[in-house]
């Protein structure tokens, strides 16, 4: 059930009910992060092993001390910078103040302040934070409107509050700062490689690090088609009059792809996050068979976006 009811979102999270969440980023599938059951009941609707762990969500005047034991002079000044918004740091955890479900049994914590219109009065009003991982199936394409939770949950009594379409469209960037040396990057997002090394010269780790993120999976956001991903844009043409069915995502739709069903892509880093897994959605909900889409530019700013499609599909 999609609602815009605030003040009822509140009184089932209180609870211990599961609500979907709008975030500037994609929805999230939110409970209580105090609250066992309501954690439990989240790992089981999107199918996803308890091996992988929660962000906690919580408002940006929110004491980090209730959960963090050591906050680094890298952390400080990320946090001062970008939350609330779509940044999630990695602290050391405080022992036994969460749920060991909530991090997997790890010594650390992800946290994150998000920046959206409904959701941070939301955490404000509550008196615990949330946990909320990507509210659609695990390895699958993140939602972001109301109406891709219930799609992609099949969960037709799921409550998700609806906030609109997320501004931002992919996940939020991961950095660990649990170290006193340095930062390392966990999960590549809108806030890029060079954003964060222009606040913090030289201080990215380049060690290879050992806590599970998504990115180190094979296969994750992934379309219910086969996704073709193409570099180079005489393959892609070539493999495009193979299959003349395809659905294509390019740069260059309107004047190489004409004749095909699809959409063109502006060639943006934020406004292909924008377009991204919402164009994919409505790939899937097309009559074609596959989907061909043309990668952008391997540089800095695009790594977000290449990482995930590194994941969804296969590349030419
Ligand atoms: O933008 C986002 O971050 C969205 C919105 C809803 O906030 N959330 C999101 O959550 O993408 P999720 O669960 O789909 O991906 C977060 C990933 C987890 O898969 C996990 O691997 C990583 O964050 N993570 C969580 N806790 C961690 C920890 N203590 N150390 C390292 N990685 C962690
Ligand atoms: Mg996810």
Redesign the pocket.
């Known amino acids: 059930m999609i609602t815009t009811d605030l003040q009822y979102v509140i009184k089932q999270l209180t609870r211990g009910e599961i609500v979907a969440i709008p975030?500037e980023?994609?929805?999230?599938l939110a409970g209580n992060a105090l609250h066992e059951v309501a954690i439990k009941k989240i790992y089981a609707l999107k199918n996803r092993p308890l091996t992988?762990?929660?962000?906690l969500?919580i408002a940006p005047d929110a004491d980090l001390s209730s959960w963090v034991s050591y906050i680094s002079k890298e952390a400080q000044t990320l946090m001062d910078a970008f939350w609330p918004g779509?940044l999630?740091l990695?602290f050391p955890c405080k022992p036994g103040c969460l749920p060991s479900l909530v991090?997997a049994g790890?010594n650390?914590?992800?946290i994150?302040a998000?920046h959206h219109p409904v959701t941070t009065p939301l955490l404000q009003q509550l008196d615990f934070p949330l946990v909320?991982?990507?509210a659609n199936l695990f390895g699958k394409i993140s939602p972001t409107t109301a109406e891709h939770v219930t799609h992609g949950l099949k969960d037709p009594s799921l409550l998700v509050l609806d906030g609109g379409r997320c501004p931002i469209g992919i996940?939020?960037t991961?950095i660990d700062v649990s170290q006193p040396t340095g930062y390392q990057i966990?999960r590549h997002g809108i806030i890029d490689e060079e954003a964060l090394n222009t606040l913090l010269p030289n201080r990215l780790l380049q060690t290879a690090n050992s806590?599970?993120?998504?990115g180190k999976l094979p296969v994750h956001y992934q379309p219910e088609k086969p996704l073709h991903c193409f570099s180079s844009s005489e393959s892609m043409q070539v493999f495009c009059k193979q299959n003349p069915q395809a659905y294509i995502l390019s740069f260059q739709k309107k004047t190489q792809f004409a004749n095909y069903a699809g959409v063109e892509l502006i060639c943006d880093p934020q406004a292909l996050a924008y377009a991204l897994y919402y164009e994919l959605r409505r790939a899937d909900e097309s009559n074609a068979p596959l989907i061909v889409l043309e990668l952008p530019p391997d540089t800095i700013a695009w790594a977000g976006i290449r990482d995930r499609l590194k994941k969804a599909g296969s590349w030419h």
């Open positions: 975030t980023t994609v929805y999230g992988h762990p929660l962000i969500h779509p999630t990695v991090n790890q650390t914590v992800a994150r998000p909320a991982p990507s996940e939020s991961i966990l806590v599970r993120v998504p």
